[in-house]
């Protein structure tokens, strides 16, 4: 039987992963590389494409290179893309904006429209979301279109980087959607079609949106140059994919009732496949890379972030200083962090470094320390950080339970933070649930080989596809009662900081 490769591309916040699977699902290969963003000031944050791209295509040479992938094996490109990230292209497909991501905030004005004109409730019966400025990228475009008028007029799409992708490779226009989910102009829980009366009432032309299609949808064949002189054929198949954390979770087997999992890196996204859509505003809501299953999100934006922040700001002096047990950098500010009293000394930290997603929903939060004395030191501001980020995830497993009606017990976590022991503890801990760390780091470019292979008939189906990949366990965590009390009574602090500290953003900042 001819071996087959499919090729998964993720494009991260900052960083592109491209990863080799085999027609069984087994890992080929994989490299990555990181590349520019474009950002001038405090409220602007996009892509630079060209960067990007580069970085794309030098990790494909040094697959073919380095590590001796037969392009010609490679049948099918699938992509996974940080969401939301938007583009806009003219009639050739060429950028115009480069993608504005998740974590931009000038479009704030712009989410405030989308609330007075359409109507809160209104929007969420729509779209299953809630607007927020850069975080749902029908903000982004309103801004442009009161912004950059001339560009508007040019558009001829707006699209996602999975768009941007396709356009790309094949030079055709698609959006899955997963992340048509994160536009606020989708009809999230109905037809799953482009809302004709959100478009029409924020005065955003619908043939400027394209053509939506399933994840697992071909949009056409390959046509880069720069990728068929790698020895790529043209006969390569493009597959649109999905939103990074749905990809990533296919792949770690979220995709039936009731599957959970958290996702940890720069962010922290829990994640909750249901197959009946009933959907809360505190989460992110979107279909699903499955037909016929939605996802919540329960998507807190600055969590490894602050804890890189942390290590970066505080922890200087252990960069180059390796224990005797070779552990070094970050796990030995992990194993301090241990050495903390739980409770962190009275220490509460709201990781809301650059706003918040879920579940408060504000671009103006930024992170608290609460209860400093002359006592703390960076070891009880060390703990308080991952404290901080398990309360958050508390909060949004306790949400989780009242949508579905259902108590969950444990969950799997995915990503590279999940392998810290200490992390996970402090998070089973403070939840009281179990947790299984699964050996599956950059699991979102899989999981877009994955959707590639599906496209092609190379798996019957996402589900066929998701049960061949391997997922091995690297810890089980149980939950341990010692310290509920104190874990607790500072729940508590945490759930009451935010509302009574909210309105002081906007005074700090000076906004109205």
């Known amino acids: 039987m001819e071996e087959i490769y499919l090729l998964g591309v993720d494009v991260g916040t900052s960083s592109i992963k491209v990863t080799v699977i085999d027609q069984e699902a087994r890992f080929v290969a994989q490299e990555s590389a990181t590349y520019r963003l474009i950002n001038p000031n405090q409220v602007s944050i996009q892509i630079d494409t060209a960067d990007m791209w580069n970085a794309f295509t030098g990790c494909v040479g040094a697959l073919i290179s380095k590590h001796k992938v037969d392009p010609s094996k490679i049948k099918a490109i699938g992509m996974s893309s940080l969401c939301p990230g938007l583009a806009a292209f003219d009639a050739e497909g060429h950028v115009l904006v480069d993608p504005i991501i998740y974590s931009d905030r000038r479009s704030t004005q712009e989410a405030e429209i989308f609330r007075q004109t359409i109507g809160t409730q209104r929007l969420f019966e729509i779209t299953a979301n809630s607007p927020m400025a850069g975080a749902m990228s029908g903000t982004s475009m309103l801004w442009i279109k009161r912004n950059l008028p001339e560009i508007y007029e040019k558009t001829r799409y707006f699209g996602h980087v999975n768009t941007l992708m396709a356009v790309m490779l094949s030079g055709n226009f698609a959006i899955d959607h997963s992340n048509a989910s994160y536009t606020l102009l989708y009809e999230t829980t109905g037809r799953g079609v482009w809302s004709e009366e959100i478009c029409e009432k924020i005065g955003i032309d619908i043939n400027k949106l394209p053509p939506l299609v399933k994840s697992t949808d071909v949009v056409g064949t390959l046509t880069h140059p720069v990728l068929l002189a790698m020895g790529l054929s043209p006969e390569t198949k493009i597959v649109i994919g999905g939103g990074d954390t749905a990809c990533a979770t296919l792949a770690a087997g979220v995709v039936k009732q009731g599957d959970v999992c958290e996702s940890v890196g720069t962010t922290n996204v829990l994640t909750v496949c249901v197959e009946e859509p009933k959907f809360s505003p505190n989460f992110i809501n979107r279909r699903h890379v499955v037909d016929g ?52 000394d009275g220490l509460v930290f709201l990781p809301y470094m650059m706003g918040e997603r879920s579940p408060v929903w504000d671009p103006y939060a930024r992170g608290v320390f609460f209860g400093l004395s002359l006592k703390t030191t960076r070891r009880e501001m ?5 404290e901080g980020c398990a309360y958050g995830l508390r909060q949004l497993i306790e949400m989780v339970e009242k949508v579905t009606g259902q108590k969950l017990t ?84 945490y759930t009451g900081l935010y509302p009574s500290v909210k309105e002081l953003y906007k005074v700090n900042l000076g906004i109205e």
């Open 293 to 344: 299953a939605w996802i919540y999100q329960g998507a807190m934006s600055h969590t490894g972030s602050s804890y890189q922040w942390m290590y970066d700001n505080f922890y200087q002096d252990y960069k180059d200083y390796p224990s005797v047990t070779g552990k070094q950098g970050m796990m030995l500010m992990n194993d301090d962090a241990d050495q903390a009293e739980p409770g962190a």
């Open 382 to 386: 060390n703990r308080a950080v991952l």
């Open 410 to 493: 444990k969950f799997s976590s995915i990503g590279g933070g999940a392998k810290s022991k200490v992390w996970a503890q402090i998070k089973a801990d403070i939840t009281g649930r179990d947790i299984t760390v699964l050996d599956m780091n950059d699991m979102a470019p899989v999981g877009a080989a994955l959707l590639a292979g599906v496209g092609i008939g190379v798996f019957r189906d996402v589900y066929e596809a998701s049960a061949k990949v391997e997922k091995s366990v690297y810890m089980e965590i149980k939950h341990n009662d010692q310290h509920k009390e104190v874990y607790d009574r500072r729940y508590q602090v």
